[in-house]
């Protein structure tokens, strides 16, 4: 498979050596990545010119994400701040995506078994970091995901034009909602949102991601109590403040109605699209920050398969969507979750 590089050419494998320290570096921005319920789903390996991202099955949420489509969405956030990192220092860089043969969703998920490749970053050459690339790095640790009030749902007509870009850089596209498509996405998600809060294993599953201090050691993944939502209707998590919340008819809507919603969607549905929509997903994650914009995942309506295909009808596309967020300016800051130390990530 070819692989997709900064400069054109293919020079996989021909790259130059990295050292500890810049390996190390390259990992710790794959850590910060986001995922679901933060179970950072991944192993990493490293490699003379690069570092590859394996999925880990032993982390699955299987429950909500029985066919690991959001495992492998987050799996290609965590390749893509890999390569936001060494793009930092200096590198000219190729990724590959799900280099292993993938199969089919259809065929009931992937990696029961065992860890697969999921994305591979290499250095393929030398340049000078730009000012971009070095703002993209630092957004890194900077990123959090926002459950909280906006201060305003705006958003400038050249920020959405930028990341807009910056998904479609990675493969996948992305949609903004206008106004009928948000009022037909409230009504999906407070259906989707329904159908998980009468699931009593899926609420299970996520109140068991969920971290309350004072119940133990010091978490290194799920999410803390602290970082969920506080907003008056947030769209966000099933758990509210410790309870399963039904949302009140009207309250989706009206949280919907002011939203900026943009949806990520990719052409296809398989193991490779996935990947795809993750780094997309975090490089405009990670172009929002820059920004000064935050955002909220908003994905119940596409967790349950079921609604996917409304929710494309209900934008206008043919893609697939893989990620429904809002996003906008924080009112206040959200607080930070906590990652599994570097040493325990790497597989080798
Ligand atoms: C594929 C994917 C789906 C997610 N879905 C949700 C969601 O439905 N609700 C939510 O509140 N957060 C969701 N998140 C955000 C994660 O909970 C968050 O990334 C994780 O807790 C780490 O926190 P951070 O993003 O602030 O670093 C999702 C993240 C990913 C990558």
Partial sequence: MAAATDHGSDLVGQGPTLDASEIALVGEAARWAPSIHNSQPWHLRRLPDGLAVLDDPDRAVAVIDPRGRDRAISCGSAVLNARVALRS????????????????????????????????????????????????????????????????????????????????????????ADAPARRRIADLLREAVRGQAADAELR?????????????????????????????????????????????????????????????????DTL????????????MLLTATVKGLVATFTDQALQSPEYRPAVAEALGIWDRPQVLLRVGRALVEAPPTPRRPLAELFAD
């Fill in 89 to 176: 220092l200096g590198y000219l860089t190729s990724v590959e995506v799900a280099p292993e043969p993938a199969p089919e969703p259809s065929d009931g998920g992937f990696s029961r078994d065992r860890p697969r490749v999921m994305g591979v970053v290499r250095a393929v050459g030398r340049r000078p970091a730009g000012a971009a690339d070095l703002a993209l790095a630092a957004a890194v640790r900077q990123r959090h995901t926002h459950r909280r009030v906006y201060r305003s749902h705006a958003v400038a007509e050249e920020d959405l034009l930028e990341l807009g870009k910056a998904v479609l850089d990675e493969g996948a596209r992305l949609s903004i």
């Fill in 272 to 283: 490779r699209d996935w990947v795809i929509a993750g780094m997309a997903l975090e490089r």
């Fill in 204 to 268: 299970r599953e996520v109140e068991g991601w969920v971290r309350r201090r004072g119940s133990g050691a010091e978490p290194v993944d799920g999410i803390p109590s602290s970082a969920l939502g506080t907003s008056p209707f947030p769209v966000d998590s099933l758990v509210h403040a410790g309870q399963v919340t039904i949302p009140d008819v009207g309250e989706i809507d009206a949280e919907l109605a002011r939203s900026t919603v943009l949806a990520i969607s990719t052409r296809e």
